[in-house]
């Protein structure tokens, strides 16, 4: 079955081969679904027939986001945490603790419904493609149930296992589970891994042995680093062929270099600098140095409560130096870049059919109407879900 979707007033497709920039942005366009996929793309006036037709009334349309980081798999709630940081208290990662004991307890029908709760909220607010972390568990037995979990909701499943170190263990004895049976354990659903490579998480060592076992196991890598504080891992991890960096707020030179010369990408996770109060990561510098930066909600109950990727746009530009037309590149092509995916974040003929309509004449009322509900329609691999 083929839909034409045709009368869309601005459409951003990410393909530099169609317009002038980099968005490759048209005006006055169509652009024709078959089954899942983009079958065509062009201007309106010349759209070949299809079986049924969709009109867009002249509206913005724009790719999916990609929200190439989030950690939606968890019971329990924090909110009082925050609270304490607004009343002065300053971020301690010791709380995914917390997290843990709530969700351990947790039957699955229970975790499995606060996931989808939080992938619908996702897709109203525009997002048809996310990545999905555990981390919440810390023994094989629920780190496999968390696996389990967002594995029937997503193919981007990234184990992190070395969140920080399990309660009942020591530093060496959990990073030997993290690293064996438990790595064993969630590898039929999982096609990454990450680590929390911070002080009072892993170190340096730590982090790379995590790392290196997971690449033996096959997966992709990725990492949390220089959320808090400096970190000294950075250019060995890059040697190990990482996908992505996340947080990236303390960088020093010899990073940034280490970032651009194996292509990792930076992903960089403003919702968390805003709940956490810590200093937003300076995109600017990444980009002037040629580094590919993405965006992400890094959705979690501890630090980034937040499923909206239309937020971390607005902070994005406000308070990280990126211009509007980078912050929308990095949350939808950028996202796809850190998941090593051309499927998606992308409208041209052979993507998944991911489109999201505004209620605006510009994606740039995204940033300029920070707070308004401008998602209007969002189409997930050729199903319209609303
Ligand atoms: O990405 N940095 C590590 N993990 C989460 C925080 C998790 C939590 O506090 O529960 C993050 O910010
Ligand atoms: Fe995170």
């Not at 280490?258 to 990792?264: D, S, V």
């Not at 980034?304 to 990095?330: D, N």
């Amino acid at each position: 079955m083929s839909i034409v979707i045709n009368n869309i007033g601005l459409l951003v497709t990410n393909d530099p081969s169609i317009g002038t920039d980099e968005l490759g942005q048209i005006r006055n366009a169509a652009i024709v679904i078959c089954g899942d996929q983009i079958a065509w793309v062009g201007p309106s006036a010349e759209a070949p027939p299809a079986d049924h037709q969709s009109d867009m009334a002249g509206a913005c349309v724009i790719p999916g986001f990609v929200d190439s980081h989030s950690h939606p798999v968890f019971a329990g709630d924090r909110s009082d945490e925050f609270d304490a940081r607004m009343n002065g208290q300053k971020y301690q990662a010791g709380g995914i603790l917390r997290t843990v004991r709530r969700t351990r307890e947790a039957p699955m029908g229970f975790l499995a419904a606060v996931m989808t709760g939080i992938l619908d909220e996702m897709a109203r607010s525009g997002t048809t493609t996310v990545e999905a972390k555990t981390g919440y568990g810390l023994d094989v037995e629920t780190e496999v149930k968390l696996a389990r979990v967002a594995s029937s909701h997503t193919d981007e499943v990234t184990f992190l296992g070395a969140h920080v170190v399990a309660p009942e263990c020591q530093p060496d004895e959990y990073v030997r589970l993290v690293c064996g049976e438990m790595l064993h354990a969630v590898r039929p659903y999982v096609r990454w891994i990450d680590v929390f490579c911070e002080t009072g998480a892993f170190d340096p060592d730590q982090t790379l042995e995590i790392l290196r076992a997971g690449k033996e196991a096959g997966l992709g890598l990725r990492l949390h680093a220089a959320q808090l504080g400096r970190s000294e891992v950075i250019p060995q991890a890059c040697e190990l062929g990482l996908a992505s960096i996340d947080h990236c707020t303390f960088l020093s030179d010899e990073d940034i270099d280490a970032l651009k010369a194996t292509n990792t990408v930076a992903t960089l996770l403003p919702a968390a600098e805003f709940s956490t109060k810590q200093p937003y990561p300076d995109a600017r510098r990444l980009l002037d140095a040629g580094v590919t930066v993405a965006l992400a909600t890094d959705c979690n109950p501890g630090t980034a409560f937040t499923s909206s990727m239309p937020f971390c746009l607005a902070i994005a530009v406000r308070e990280m130096g990126m211009t509007p037309e980078q912050a929308l590149w990095s949350a939808t092509a950028g996202g796809a870049t850190a998941l090593h995916r051309d499927d998606v974040g992308v409208v041209k003929p052979g993507a998944r059919a991911d489109l999201v309509s505004l209620a605006a004449p510009s994606w740039l009322h995204l940033m300029y109407r920070p707070g308004v509900p401008l998602i209007d329609r969002v189409c997930k691999a050729g199903r319209f879900l609303q």
